[in-house]
Each structure stands twice: as structure tokens, then as C-alpha cells.
């Protein structure tokens, strides 16, 4: 870390072992990610709040490079357990580590992206034997099983057919899975 972690205590007096058991939550974040350049913990003593009295907040802000930050600062409220010290700053430890570990993901490129659907059209069923080929937007001929299309779709599906549909790779090459009749047909 860059900096001196800064912890500060709201409307208690901080015991030693308090402040280890947080230097120990910090020592163990900076060994998942050694990014973190700055790390802030606020502890606030439970207070005489109507919906948050008797409970502990732990607020923890860390930075990371590019001026990206993981935030945790909500205490569930009206959960007695959050009364324990030691069970709210475990919690909120265990949200940050998750934060950090998106952060970390996001820096490094490595989100899940999610494939948008390709749209085809029916241009060959072998109803009796249930299976059938489209053709998709990029002019290729591509393999469905019955089993592919939605519910009882295959069932209502007809040539030139508007569908849209997931590719992907099985042992005779790609096909199309996770079909779906969009209900129209395509201009002959």
C-alpha cells in the first residue's frame, strides 16, 4: 500500500485489539490484490438511531490505481447480529474483498462479456426426423436440434421463419442452440 491505512473510530474508544484485528483484515486484502493504494476504515459505535441503534458500521473506502475505488458503507439494517463488533467487521471485510476482487477483474479485462444473439432464418426442417438448418445473418448454414429450440417452438416453426439464436461448437462443427421463433417469417 501506498499510504498508512487510516482507521478511525466514531463514538467509541479504540482497544488494541480492535485495531489488529482490522490491521490483520487490511494485511489480508493487500495479499489478494496488491494494488490497493489507500485504504480508510470508519468504525462507528452503535448508536440510539430508531433503525440502526445497538448496531456497529463499518465503512471501509479502498483506492486503487486508475482512480478506481472499492466502497463498502451500508450496514444491513435491523440485523441484531450487526450488535457483535466482531461479526459486523468481518462482513464488512468480506463485501470489500468481494468489491476489490470485481475491481481487480474489471482492470484486468477479465468481465464476463455476454454474446447478444445471432438472428437467422428457417431455410430447411426435417420435421419427422427433428432437426432443421437456418440460415444465419452471415450467410452460413447452421445445424438445429429440436431439442435447441424453446419450449414446443419446433413444433410451430416454419420455413423462413424468423429466429434468433446462440452458436456454438459440437463435434461436426457449429450449430445453433437455444433457438428461439421470433414469430414472423422473412420475405421469400
Not at 462507528?44 to 486508475?66: C, F, Q, S, W
Not at 468481518?90 to 444473439?117: C, I, N, S, T
Not at 426435417?126 to 437456418?134: A, P
Not at 424468423?162 to 414472423?184: F, L, N, S, T
Amino acid at each position: 500500500m501506498q499510504t498508512t491505512p487510516e482507521i478511525d473510530f466514531q463514538g467509541l474508544e479504540a482497544t488494541p485489539q480492535m485495531r489488529a484485528r482490522i490491521e490483520r483484515h487490511i494485511d489480508q486484502l493487500e495479499t489478494r490484490c496488491g494494488r490497493v493504494t489507500a485504504c480508510r476504515v470508519v468504525v462507528k459505535a452503535p448508536g440510539g438511531r430508531h433503525r440502526t441503534g445497538g448496531l456497529y458500521e463499518v465503512n471501509i473506502r479502498l483506492a486503487l490505481p486508475d482512480g478506481r475505488e472499492a466502497v463498502v458503507e451500508r450496514t444491513p439494517p435491523e440485523d441484531e447480529r450487526f450488535q457483535d463488533f466482531d461479526f459486523a467487521l468481518d462482513d464488512a471485510f468480506k463485501r470489500a474483498r468481494r468489491r476489490l476482487q470485481d475491481q481487480v477483474r474489471r482492470m484486468e479485462g477479465r468481465v464476463k462479456q455476454h454474446v447478444e444473439p445471432a438472428a437467422g432464418v428457417v431455410r430447411r426442417l426435417m420435421r419427422e426426423d427433428g432437426y432443421g438448418f437456418l440460415e444465419g445473418s452471415d450467410g452460413r448454414e447452421l445445424y438445429f436440434h429440436r431439442n435447441s429450440v424453446e419450449g414446443d417452438g419446433f413444433d410451430r416453426l416454419d420455413l423462413g421463419a424468423r429466429v434468433i439464436y446462440r452458436e456454438e461448437e459440437a463435434d461436426d462443427g457449429p450449430q445453433a442452440c437455444a433457438v428461439k421463433p421470433q414469430g414472423e417469417r422473412a420475405p421469400s
